[in-house]
């Protein structure tokens, strides 16, 4: 596939999730009473929790190991999915007893779809996995596909239930995971010629998940402050607020963050396969290409800010509904901080290229005690006000930090060269 054309799949890929998920938040918010919509971010975060630890790293790890196995494909394929299962399933089981041991009042709403919730999180587990390798193979055509399907899916599911059935956040849950389970048998279909069981065996399995925890260990910590600092603002919201206010900043946050994410989302998954081919070969293509890709982020975030600061209102009118309305003033700085820490995100990739994850760590610590302790304070104080600027200095913190890291590594390349 040449380059043109593998660029082209990657964008319609990632222009198909944002228009997507438009249309599913703009259904939703349609649907769902702002409460609804609460709980139903509240779940979603506890999912995220739940596939950093430790999938979202473990999935860094098969990104920059998969090149190391070309010539034993169905080997590493085959025994890197029963290791992801075994996983999950000690995850689950152990999520399910804390479920019954732990009884905390601000937990209550994701008690009462625990079942829906884990088998949205294993689903979610595997498929990531399999997209991971497809993108790592350089198989746009299967990524852009599932994602299509997809969006497609949650779009008719919230029509099919409002339509004929009763839509509530449970039924939408039993829904998408429908589509998961459905979306991993297709992906294993048409890789039925390398996945092969008889190839799994407990040393590959042993050994997999030794060089993935020796990888991922300072991605593992990161991680965790990662979720902290994107999801510490909802559950504060709760202790303080109620789900109403909880679930208006989630659903103003979503549409704030969604063009800054898939753009990111866009350079990420098509940039990321070549860099990491190129590593040891072209290392000043990779800072280049970092360097003007950079600049180009930063002239569509400020159009971006500008635009939704002229129209803010109309915006969410036109996404979502009447209801959030009040609130649309906050979408403006919520995308300012969107777009510094996405342009962080991105510049990080040279860390992940370089093997230097543990450069992420302090970046991503000091980020996630600055929202908690402070957004803590600032939140009491100055209400949500206080949040919103905490957030602000989190993310610009984050991404001077990573920058001061990266250029570090520039330095040393340098030198070596």
């Keep these: 596939m040449n380059i043109s054309k593998e660029f082209l799949i990657v964008v319609i890929g990632q222009i198909v999730v ?152 449970k039924n939408i849950l039993i829904s998408i995971n429908c589509f998961l389970g459905i979306n991993i048998l297709y992906i294993l279909f048409i890789n039925n010629s390398i996945l092969k069981t008889n190839l799994i065996r407990f040393k590959n399995l042993y050994i997999l998940n030794k060089k993935f925890i020796f990888f991922s260990t300072p991605l593992l910590i990161w991680t965790v402050f990662s979720w902290t600092t994107l999801n510490a603002p909802v559950w504060l919201i709760k202790n303080f607020y109620d789900l109403e206010w909880v679930g208006y900043f989630n659903m103003l946050n979503n549409i704030a963050t969604i063009f800054p994410t898939q753009l990111i989302g866009i350079l990420s998954a098509y940039f990321s396969p070549i860099y990491y081919q190129k590593e040891l070969i072209n290392n000043e293509y990779i800072i280049k290409s970092t360097n003007k890709n950079i600049k180009n982020l930063f002239i569509l975030f400020t159009i971006g800010g500008f ?88 993310s610009l913190v984050y991404t001077i930090t990573v920058y001061v890291n990266v250029k570090k590594l520039r330095k040393g390349y340098e030198c070596q060269n």
């Design 307 to 394: 635009i939704l600061f002229m129209f803010h209102d109309k915006i969410i009118i036109l996404l979502t509904s009447e209801k959030y309305l009040e609130h649309s003033w906050l979408i403006v700085y919520l995308f300012i901080i969107s777009a510094i820490t996405n342009i962080g995100a991105f510049l990080s990739i040279e860390i992940f290229v370089y093997k230097k994850m543990k450069k992420l760590i302090l970046p991503n610590i000091f980020t996630a005690l600055i929202t908690v302790f402070c957004g803590y304070y600032a939140l009491n104080i100055f209400a949500i006000n206080g949040l919103i600027f905490t957030m602000f200095l989190s």
């Design 18 to 169: 944002l228009i997507g998920g438009f249309i599913f938040i703009k259904l939703l918010s349609i649907h769902l009473s702002v409460s609804e919509y609460g709980i139903y971010s509240l779940l979603i975060s506890a999912s995220t929790f739940f596939l950093l630890l430790p999938f979202s790293s473990f999935d860094q790890a098969v990104a920059r190991d998969l090149n190391n196995h070309k010539n034993n494909l169905s080997r590493y394929y085959s025994n890197s999915i029963c290791l992801y299962i075994i996983i999950s399933i000690i995850q689950m089981i152990i999520i399910l007893i804390l479920f019954e041991i732990i009884k905390i009042d601000l937990f209550k709403e994701i008690y009462k779809l625990k079942w829906e919730l884990l088998v949205f999180t294993f689903f979610t587990i595997i498929r990531n996995l399999l997209l991971t390798i497809e993108n790592f193979r350089r198989n746009r055509n299967i990524v852009t596909m599932s994602k299509l399907y997809e969006n497609i899916f949650k779009i008719l599911t919230v029509i099919l239930l409002y339509k004929y059935f009763n839509i509530d956040i």
